[in-house]
């Protein structure tokens, strides 16, 4: 946890740090998994990771396959891409050994010859016993073990042999190293760091809400009679109807946190360092600390230990105390002279062992906390010498001082890739230095905006500064010498940061041998932008002029090229679709590039070649960009474009030049196969062919975009992390959809040349008329499916077809679609068209003509295919947008640019189903505002000076959201005084204006200034003129506002209820605003060796084999640990999947703890309250349940409601699934009134955003139903039921089985009603002595509610026996003892089961 081993540079590349240490403290085996970083067995099965690849031969080649057919010129890049080494075998299994350390008893510790001694050292310092031991040798036979060798390399070291913990003499950096590690002891569960976001801490709720541990070792409630006990009334504000958002459960008290004081002050003393004559006697340094028995102690740290001497406060005596307490610790040392802090110290390491290790690793990247309570500031000494040494990656850890990141960052990049655990190492690394030097930027940029930093050009004005702080360059957003002036200026200047960071993830994620990016980091902070970038050796010393050897440092006026560069660029060419193209320089010489004209090739010092600014990496688009004399396409002039935009450097996404070119390549094979089957139906009538083309072009058109849509679906469920961007499933699913809908017969083949030519433009860029339509026109074209084999085999080798007919024919396609080759499907984009200042040569105006074509396409594609697409994958709930971050998200998939908001809720606006998407139109608006406001507030703190920060953000704030109408700024009163002496400064930090101006902001003229932004920006009216009306009207919630507005500007506020409506008094004082954090934008680097076993196990589940995938699964789960260590987005998602395997499959135990992990990771890596996180914890619930821990499964369910509501209100449909989970568990434990109020709830929302007859509506109906039969209110159940009757019968027929239920459950509770009136007839008439027949009320069955509870939750099982069920646990088992052998025999095929990830009856 502290011996800082992590910060060794990356660049060495035989040392793996280890991230997290194994707690084997109190024995448990299940810390195991997530300790020794991934080279363990993170799956928890037992398998070790002998074989990498179980049955995914074609992951690896799979994707370059498709990549490269996509593209046209089919040769398979190595498709099959040596697999045989692919199986090598990452890990030989693990030994144990002893450990003996000092006044303890020797233990056992499983071992992985693959580890570093190092790794055991890290082991030890975690376990509780040997926590407080820092500097320590290992010795095997007297032998001291070098803390860098891997264990297999050491002689002698065995099953069984025995390592003595040996205490060594301490110098000045272990004496530090210690006392910063029994710091870190002592705060183990003090949450403050997860508030104030350092050292990638970050907050986590769930073990509140389960009691500490799930499964077996938590509190287990026994099943059946103890039902009673559970207490299931859910707090006020969570039941449904209710108005109340309050803040405060967001972060439930947890009483761990209530820290047990083992010691009121541990500091540095005064009196270091040591004199030269104490020097000599051994002395380190000087503490000084106060027990919590108030006794004040003076302490030398020596060579030899920790002793008490005799200095005090103002008196310096050296000399050891009598009694002296020498000891190895400084554990050892307290516990001896303080009471408290040995039964306290022992009580809190017990408490840190027992937290599950997902609660304390750190995460690879900061998340912030929007919220905190007040937190005490306690005296802490590594605090307060890391924020005044500038801690520049903790330089008294690492030999050579500060790190050289561009060099760790290249290098890495470096490192082999020829196998599966070569490349493993190489991404670990790279993910590793990334992370670090992320960390590393975000801490320079706050000082740098803090004024904590020096100017590297300290003359000139702030806005112009530049620093160098730790070997990183920072530049602010500014457009400072006018670079940007026929771009926009400031504008341009905020938006091309983000650009270039688009570009070097693009050119990462290509990854091309021999060409070099920078690292970069772009921070928000403060209101200002600050681009964090590592240094090119040697740019510094020379001029711009002289280094650039390609492209062009004034926007294309002067433009060079080289040869060298031309040959790696032409490598990234293909993958990013950019077109080598020349243009001209000031000579009006022809200059050929690969790439934009601003893309400029500088190489360095170390001989590398960089590229940098690579803002315009993506094409322009061209409906944000108007041109002079060019006409848009009409669906683009339809809606509106091209609109005037703040800055020219408007580009599309990577996302939709991948799903152009997909649209494009579908059409191309559609216009080949109608050709071909048009040729073939000549030969046979002997007619000539002069309309094919245009014909042919036309249908194929509009019926593209269907496949379209189709397309993004599937790639898009399968994870909410990113999708891929190799379009391995796309391409082949997309062409498979149009085959099976086309292989009517042949018998009319002619008939598709016979429609005439329709109106070409109309349909040009797969206008959809109306995104809800089916598949009509895909059946109307007979034969495609044959046609286009014949095509993909034309298509094939280059293009070398073998009649002219055929070569024709691909001609002609080739034409069509705008593809740059003749031969073959290729599209590639001319970033440069269009770009102010660069000039083609006259030979290729033709192709210049060609690509600007292709442009105002993409740009037409977009608004007339991608936006309606999004919108009905959120009709048809494949896309369900909770909140501003996950709309973003799906916006982006899409490759809809967030500036094309406006138009995507105009365009819901006018759709006919608009009420089915109340939701999303709702968080699109709250999403604009929030965007509008943030604009506003960058340049509202530019004019704030610090001192005045809190004030301001309150004042915002308050002009925001609170409904009282003359807010007023408090001007503290005591700077206005110190106001005058100040002036005399003349170089202050960025935004230490005199400026008050702030203060005169009001409500009214605040959203005036976010409507004129709204119109400005996104094209967008909103007609209001306060916060009130707009929550009125758009029916949003001010809690919801604050969450997004604070995220979004990185403000954290106190944790308390506020009142935004009172209209006299305002909803925030400064004493409310805690901190302001940076928003911080970098590259994520891949797993990819992982990501494709992930993908090729999701593929094997959706065939039904889940065996299979669940090992793939499995894999990927120990590769993705490998990379990125225990934490991170992409090993949640495959913990999740897992999970659900696990279920499916009756591991309900396993499925639990592999959902608790996912949970756990989901807060702590996204967010306690990220959409994400909630659907965790519903799926926790559900498997809870499952495993008998009802009370358990309700608080889940509860805390995810609460935070649903908190994150995008009651009326959305992912609630009506909550609501039934809820309902059903509550009918489960006999709450029906509670229960029916859930279950309505669910009823109407459903029928809001499924329609009346949908029948996710008819199950809803059911399920209340069955709570008023247990009621005996026999009328209304039958009421509810006959509703979902009808609906089964309409939609199913009388025949489905789903319909025949529901008839005999009628009869039923027909019977029921009778035998029920019978009894109160006779009651009436006979009064007390009446003869009752006993009445069957029957409490529900849990398995009849589990069985409700997996089919709303999109759960189907196949019912297997239980003898079934151990055949496959055998079968399983053998297969990992297999693989431990070494030799995975075939996989036998399966009966193949299923599992479908979305609700399957609807």
């Known amino acids: ?201 970050s907050l986590s709720f769930l073990s509140i809400f389960t009691d500490g541990d799930l499964g077996d070792s938590g509190k287990r409630k026994k099943k059946g009679n103890e039902l009673e006990q559970i207490d299931c009334t859910p707090p006020e504000h969570i039941l449904p109807g209710s108005k109340e958002r309050p803040l405060v459960p967001l972060q439930p008290q947890n009483k761990d946190w209530k820290p047990m004081q083992c010691l009121k002050v541990l500091t540095m003393s005064g009196w270091n360092p040591p004199p030269g004559n104490r020097k000599m006697h051994g002395d380190l340094m000087y503490l000084y600390m106060v027990t919590v028995e ?179 360059f920072f530049s602010l957003g500014f457009d400072v010498r006018d670079h940007y002036r026929e771009l926009g200026g400031d504008a341009a200047a905020h938006a091309a940061p983000t650009n270039d960071l688009n570009g070097v993830r693009a050119y990462g994620a290509v990854d091309v041998e021999g060409l070099y990016t920078l690292g970069t980091v772009v921070v928000d902070y403060r209101g200002y932008r600050v681009t964090a970038q590592s240094i090119i050796p040697g740019i510094l010393e020379r001029e711009q002029e002289q280094s650039v050897i390609y492209g062009s440092i004034d926007f294309g006026k002067t433009v060079v090229s080289h040869s060298k560069y031309l040959e790696l660029l032409e490598k990234t060419s293909r993958p990013l679709k950019v077109q080598r193209h020349s243009v001209l320089n000031e000579k009006n010489e022809t200059v050929e590039l690969c790439s934009s004209v601003e893309c400029k090739g500088i190489i360095g010092n170390d001989g590398r070649h960089y590229i940098l600014d690579l803002l315009r990496t993506f094409p322009p688009d061209l409906n944000f960009l108007p041109v002079d004399g060019e006409e848009l396409p009409p669906e683009s002039q339809r809606q509106g474009f091209p609109r ?52 042919s072009e036309t249908t194929s058109e509009s019926n593209a975009d269907k496949t379209q849509t189709q397309t993004t679906e599937a790639s898009d469920s399968q994870s909410a992390t990113e999708v891929s961007t190799d379009s391995t499933s796309q391409t082949e699913n997309g062409t498979s959809v149009a085959s099976q809908a086309a292989t009517d017969g042949e018998e009319n083949s002619s008939k598709a040349a016979t429609n005439g030519p329709l109106d070409l433009a109309a349909t040009q860029n797969g206008e959809c008329k109306s995104p809800l339509e089916g598949k009509e026109l895909e059946e109307s074209i007979p034969g495609l499916a044959q046609a286009k084999e014949l095509a993909e085999t034309l298509v094939a080798e280059d293009g070398s077809c073998i009649d002219p007919k055929s070569r024709e024919v691909v001609l002609n396609a080739c034409k069509a679609v705008g593809s740059i080759s003749n031969t073959s499907f290729d599209i590639r984009f001319n970033p440069d068209i269009f770009s102010p200042g660069v000039r083609f040569p006259d030979d290729s105006a033709d192709d210049v003509q060609k690509q600007k074509q292709l442009l105002k396409d993409a740009a037409a594609f977009l608004v007339s295919c991608q936006v309606p697409s999004l919108v009905k994958d959120c009709l048809d709930h494949s896309a369900l947008p909770m909140d501003g971050a996950t709309l973003t998200e799906a916006l982006r998939q899409r490759g809809i640019n967030i500036r094309y908001l406006g138009s995507v809720l105009e365009f819901v606006d006018k759709t006919p189903a608009k009420t089915q998407l109340e939701h999303f139109y709702r968080i699109g608006i709250s999403e604009l505002i929030t965007r509008c406001a943030k604009h506003i507030f960058k340049t509202y703190l530019q004019g704030v000076e610090l001192s005045a920060l809190s004030a301001a953000v309150s004042h915002f704030l308050n002009c925001f959201l609170s409904s009282f109408p003359d807010a007023v700024a408090h001007l503290p009163p005591d700077e206005l ?67 997004e507005i604070s995220i979004k500007t990185g403000i954290q506020i106190l944790i308390k209820e506020y009142n935004f409506d009172s209209r006299h008094k305002p909803a925030f004082t400064e004493e409310d605003i805690l901190n302001i954090f940076p928003v911080v934008k970098h590259v994520n680097p891949k797993a990819s060796d992982a990501f494709h076993f992930f993908q090729s196990g999701q593929a094997k589940v959706q065939q039904g084999f889940l065996k299979e995938g669940c090992e793939l699964i499995n894999e990927a789960l120990n590769l993705f640990n490998n990379v990125y260590g225990a934490m991170h987005v992409e090993i949640c998602a495959c913990l999740r999947l897992l999970a659900r395997l696990n279920y499916i499959m009756g591991d309900h135990a396993e499925a639990l703890s592999n959902q608790q992990k996912a949970v756990l990771m989901s807060e702590r890596v996204l967010g306690i309250e990220h959409p994400n996180t909630i659907q965790e914890y519903m799926h926790l619930a559900l498997y809870c349940f499952a495993n008998g821990q009802l ?19 009651e009326d959305h449909p992912e609630m009506a699934l909550l609501d039934s989970n809820i309902g059903l568990v509550l009918h489960g434990v006999m709450e029906y009134d509670l229960s029916l109020r859930f279950l309505e709830n669910a009823l109407t929302i459903n029928t809001k955003y499924h329609g009346p007859r949908s029948l996710k509506v008819a199950l809803s109906h059911h399920l209340v139903a069955r709570v008023y039969e247990s009621k005996a209110e026999f009328r209304s159940a039958l009421q509810h039921e006959k509703e979902g009757y009808t609906i089964y019968k309409n939609q199913m027929g009388e025949a489905h089985e789903k319909t025949k239920e529901s008839s005999e459950y009628l009869k039923y509770l027909t019977q029921q009603a009778v035998a029920l009136q019978r009894t109160m007839n006779e009651i009436y008439k006979n009064g007390s002595n009446a003869s009752i027949m006993p009445l069957k ?35 399983v088992h053998r297969r990992q003892l297999l693989q431990e052998l070494g030799k995975s025999e075939e996989p036998t095929e399966d009966s193949p089961l299923e599992l479908e990830d979305k609700i399957p009856i609807d």
């Open 1 to 201: 946890m502290v011996s800082k081993t992590d910060d060794i540079p990356a660049s060495v590349p035989n040392c793996n740090p280890v991230d997290l240490a194994d707690e084997a403290g109190d024995g448990a085996q299940d810390s195991k998994e997530t300790s020794k970083t991934g080279l363990k067995d993170p799956c928890g099965c037992g398998h070790s990771a002998d074989t990498a690849m179980v049955n995914g031969d074609g992951a690896h080649g799979h994707t370059e396959e498709a990549e490269s057919k996509q593209d046209g010129n089919g040769e398979a890049d190595g498709g099959e891409e040596s697999n045989e080494q692919e199986v090598i075998v990452i890990q030989d299994t693990g030994f144990t050994v002893k450990i003996q350390a000092p006044g303890t008893e020797p233990f056992d510790l499983q071992v992985s010859p693959q580890e570093m001694v190092q790794e055991i050292h890290q082991v030890l310092m975690d376990r509780e016993d040997t926590c407080h031991r820092t500097c320590f040798s290992l010795q095997l036979d007297g032998n001291v073990l070098d803390n860098f060798a891997e264990l297999k390399s050491i002689e002698g070291l065995q099953e069984g042999s025995l390592l003595k913990v040996v205490e060594e003499p301490y110098t000045v950096r272990e004496a530090r190293i210690h006392v910063r590690h029994i710091r870190d002891l002592l705060k183990s569960l003090d949450p403050s760091d997860a508030y104030n976001g350092v050292d990638c801490n």
């Open 294 to 472: 108030e006794r004040h102690v003076s302490v030398t740290a020596s060579t030899r230990g920790f002793y008490l001497n005799q200095s005090t406060t103002y008196t310096f005596n050296p000399k050891p105390a009598n009694p002296s307490f020498l000891s190895h610790s400084l554990v050892e040392l307290l516990s001896q002279i303080s009471p408290a802090f040995k039964k306290n110290f022992t009580a809190l390491q017990k408490k840190r062992v027992q937290r599950h290790p997902f609660e304390r690793i750190a995460t690879p990247f900061q998340v912030y906390s929007w919220t905190a309570p007040q937190v005490d500031h306690a005296m802490d000494c590594v605090r307060a010498e890391d924020a005044y040494t500038s801690r520049l990656g903790y330089e008294e850890h690492i030999p050579g001082q500060t790190r050289d990141w561009n060099e760790e960052l290249q290098t890495t990049r470096e490192l082999p890739r020829k196998n599966l655990p070569e490349r493993l190492l190489r991404e670990r690394a790279i993910f590793k230095v990334h992370s670090d030097f992320a960390a590393a930027a975000t801490r320079g940029a706050m000082a740098v905006i803090d004024g904590n930093v020096m100017a590297i050009n300290p003359g000139e004005e702030t806005r112009m500064q530049m620093f160098i702080w730790n070997n990183i």
């Open 644 to 695: 005037q935009h703040r800055h020219r450097l408007a580009c599309l996404r990577q996302e939709l030049i991948e799903a152009f070119v997909e649209h494009r390549y579908l059409l191309f094979m559609k216009m080949a196969a109608l050709q071909l089957m048009q040729q073939k139906a000549n030969k046979d009538t002997k007619t000539d062919t002069p309309a094919i083309t245009e014909t």
């Open 977 to 1043: 005084v110190s106001r005058r002496k100040s002036r005399k400064r003349r170089n202050r930090v960025p935004g230490g204006g005199d400026n008050t101006a702030w203060a005169s902001l009001t409500p009214s003229e605040l959203w005036k200034n976010i409507a004129s932004e709204a119109q400005s920006y996104y094209h967008f009216t909103v007609q209001c003129d306060s916060v009130d009306q707009v929550v009125e009207k758009y029916g949003l919630q001010k809690i919801t506002l604050l969450r």
């Open 1191 to 1209: 009370s358990t499964a309700l608080k889940l369910l509860y805390r995810a409601r609460y935070l649903m509501l908190m994150v995008s209100g």
């Open 1337 to 1371: 009320f029957t409490a529900p069955s849990m398995a009849s509610v589990l069985e409700q509870l997996n089919i709303i939750n999109g759960i189907i099982f196949i019912p297997l026996s239980q003898k079934d069920l151990e055949n496959l646990k055998a079968e």
